[in-house]
């Protein structure tokens, strides 16, 4: 049981989706995430565990090798391909309940800024450390995200922004989000903001990183 979590954080780790998949290099001909998390549900493992155990663990551990800058986009999109494939074996479970999120992350591009990459990367690593993710695109007003929390009471909100000039949405989104709902925990990410500017706006929190995010989320909902 234990190796084969073990292969599946690996192939997540790596990329490999599954046989077909020529990503990476050394291990093509080899199963991947696909394969193997079949097996793992075929073998009576519980699909908490593959996510767990398996899935989470590939994920962090790519995540923190972005976070270091030993890995880059590409390598990153990969492995959220892999994780992604395997997901889908597990989604009947998350339907029926069998598999219990940890909580759920409302993400959007604020007002203004048409950006996804960054925001996509947040995505993927936060589904991938266990969070329904509820991806409102780009270009969000306030409105949307004040709809998708009242759709979601209890949902983390993250707030996306490349552009300078979009600086000003976000920190009206956040006022208007911390009005309509006090309680929600809000995040702030991209290029032009930080750490001051975050406390400036009134935002909870801010991480330069999707691992730094993952772990920030995953310490609020111990």
């Known amino acids: 049981m234990e190796e084969l979590l073990d292969k599946i954080a690996y192939c ?3 990329g490999k989706i599954n046989l077909a998949s020529p990503y990476p290099p050394n291990m093509k001909g ?3 995430a696909d394969e193997y998390t079949k097996q793992a549900l075929e073998q009576g493992i519980a699909p908490n565990d593959i996510l767990t155990k398996g899935l989470i663990i590939g994920m962090g551990k790519i ?3 972005f976070r270091e800058n030993k890995v880059f986009v590409p390598q990153v999109l990969m492995s959220a391909r892999a994780m992604s494939t395997a997901m889908n074996h597990l989604k009947p479970f998350f339907n029926s309940g069998a598999v219990k999120r940890k909580g759920k992350f409302i993400i959007g591009t604020v007002k203004g800024d048409l950006h996804d990459i960054g925001k996509n990367l947040v995505s993927m690593m936060v589904e991938g450390s266990g969070f ?3 991806d ?3 270009d969000v007003p306030a409105e949307k995200f004040i709809e998708a929390i009242e759709a979601n009471p209890g949902a983390f909100v993250g707030m996306s922004a490349l552009l300078t000039t979009t600086m000003v949405s976000m920190d009206e989104i956040n006022k208007a989000i911390k ?3 006090p309680q929600t925990i809000t995040f702030i990410g991209g290029a032009p903001v930080n750490n001051e500017f975050c406390k400036q706006i009134g935002a909870d929190y801010y991480t330069p990183d999707p691992q730094g995010l993952t772990e920030i989320l995953s ?3 111990a």
């Open 30 to 32: 080899q199963e991947g």
């Open 12 to 14: 997540v780790e790596y």
């Open 179 to 181: 009005q309509a709902s």
């Open 63 to 65: 995540g923190v090798k």
């Open 219 to 221: 310490t609020l909902v």
């Open 132 to 134: 329904e993710v509820i």
């Open 136 to 138: 409102l695109g780009v």
